[in-house]
């Protein structure tokens, strides 16, 4: 089963197991609040960094509401509230035009870019290099990492207050499994895409064919961060993994061996298993600053 040519389950891999952003309508973001509930809007009103229909998202919305009910995460009144603020939301964006929703998605990764340029105070911090030559990975890096960043610090100097001690740990231990899964899944990837393009080269040279090497000479995104902790450089190592993985991907399609649409079916497969982690850190964040805000 080589990267490109595994059959994907986008439907069980795009099933969030967190809330949805359904509460978006926190003070730091109040000037997208329904925005940001609903930037997932499917491939023709988003940016690529999502996929999924409105419907199906706003459904995973109400269905994240139940399961966190069930799980004592939220009380029976909250998960009410939830479902009412999809009701409206689901009424809002049928009546929204498709250049209204991309408007939406635009204004959610400004807000992102907006939170890298604030520096915070106190915080110990590292500074990477972040790279990323595929335009697919620029949104979803813009959508969800500086939420995700600002929330890891933030869960660490107020997650006992927000949460409590043990609801603390079973935030910690959801983004530590996810994390894990997600640096499982792209070391397979990025070793199975190497191993399938040296195989190829060495096949397309015996063969005296001529032998393509594409590389990116303008990236989508080249920036300096600061990550204030080892779980966002975790991130960053994923997604520049990845960058690497669609290097690979690039060197496949140059040559004839696969088709863009499968290998298209590949990132989207990657985008969707990254995409429960944004969407919970990205509300963690939001209930954390309820706290800081509160002091």
Same mark, same amino acid.
């Given at each position: 089963?080589?990267?490109?040519?595994?059959?994907?389950?986008?439907?069980?891999?795009?099933?969030? %197991? !967190?809330? &949805? +952003? /359904?509460?978006?309508?926190? =003070?730091?973001?109040?000037? @997208? %609040? !329904?925005? &940001? +509930? /609903?930037?997932?809007?499917? =491939?023709?009103?988003?940016? @690529? %960094?999502?996929?999924?229909?409105?419907?199906?998202?706003?459904?995973?919305?109400?269905?994240? %509401?139940?399961?966190?009910?069930k799980e004592g995460m939220i009380s029976e009144t909250e998960a009410e509230?939830?479902?009412?603020?999809?009701?409206?939301?689901?009424?809002?964006?049928?009546?929204?035009?498709?250049?209204?929703?991309?408007?939406?998605?635009?204004?959610?990764?400004?807000?992102?870019?907006?939170?890298?340029?604030?520096?915070?105070?106190?915080?110990a911090v590292v500074q990477a290099a972040v790279r990323l030559n595929h335009?697919?990975?620029?949104?979803?890096?813009?959508?969800?990492?500086?939420?995700?960043?600002?929330?890891?610090?933030?869960?660490?100097?107020?997650?006992?207050?927000?949460?409590?001690?043990?609801?603390?740990?079973?935030?910690?231990?959801?983004?530590?499994?996810?994390?894990?899964?997600?640096?499982?899944?792209?070391?397979?990837?990025?070793?199975?895409?190497?191993?399938?393009?040296?195989?190829?080269?060495?096949?397309?040279?015996?063969?005296?064919?001529?032998?393509?090497?594409?590389?990116?000479?303008?990236?989508?995104?080249?920036?300096?961060?600061?990550?204030?902790?080892?779980?966002?450089?975790?991130?960053?190592?994923?997604?520049?993994?990845?960058?690497?993985?669609?290097?690979?991907?690039?060197?496949?399609?140059?040559?004839?061996?696969?088709?863009?649409?499968?290998?298209?079916?590949?990132?989207?497969?990657?985008?969707?298993?990254?995409?429960?982690?944004?969407?919970?850190?990205?509300?963690?964040?939001?209930?954390?600053?309820?706290?800081?805000?509160?002091?």
């Amino acid at each position: 089963m080589t990267t490109i040519t595994e059959e994907t389950n986008l439907d069980a891999a795009s099933k969030p %197991a !967190a809330v &949805h +952003a /359904t509460t978006a309508g926190a =003070p730091e973001h109040a000037s @997208g %609040a !329904a925005a &940001h +509930a /609903t930037g997932n809007d499917g =491939p023709a009103t988003t940016d @690529g %960094a999502d996929g999924g229909e409105i419907e199906l998202e706003l459904q995973q919305m109400e269905d994240a %509401a139940t399961t966190l009910q069930k799980e004592g995460m939220i009380s029976e009144t909250e998960a009410e509230e939830k479902r009412e603020q999809v009701a409206r939301t689901r009424k809002m964006f049928r009546d929204l035009s498709p250049a209204e929703r991309a408007a939406i998605v635009k204004r959610r990764r400004e807000i992102g870019r907006e939170l890298m340029d604030r520096q915070l105070s106190g915080a110990a911090v590292v500074q990477a290099a972040v790279r990323l030559n595929h335009t697919r990975l620029k949104p979803l890096f813009e959508q969800w990492w500086p939420y995700l960043n600002r929330m890891s610090i933030n869960l660490q100097r107020f997650g006992r207050s927000t949460f409590g001690a043990e609801d603390q740990g079973a935030v910690t231990a959801f983004f530590e499994k996810q994390v894990g899964d997600l640096e499982a899944y792209v070391d397979e990837q990025l070793s199975v895409a190497q191993g399938f393009r040296e195989k190829t080269e060495a096949r397309l040279k015996e063969q005296g064919d001529i032998v393509f090497a594409p590389s990116v000479t303008k990236p989508s995104l080249e920036i300096g961060v600061e990550a204030y902790s080892r779980f966002s450089m975790r991130l960053l190592s994923l997604l520049m993994k990845f960058d690497k993985v669609m290097d690979h991907f690039d060197f496949l399609v140059w040559n004839g061996v696969r088709d863009q649409s499968d290998v298209d079916e590949e990132t989207m497969r990657f985008l969707r298993k990254f995409h429960p982690i944004g969407v919970r850190g990205y509300m963690t964040h939001l209930r954390l600053m309820t706290t800081v805000r509160g002091r």
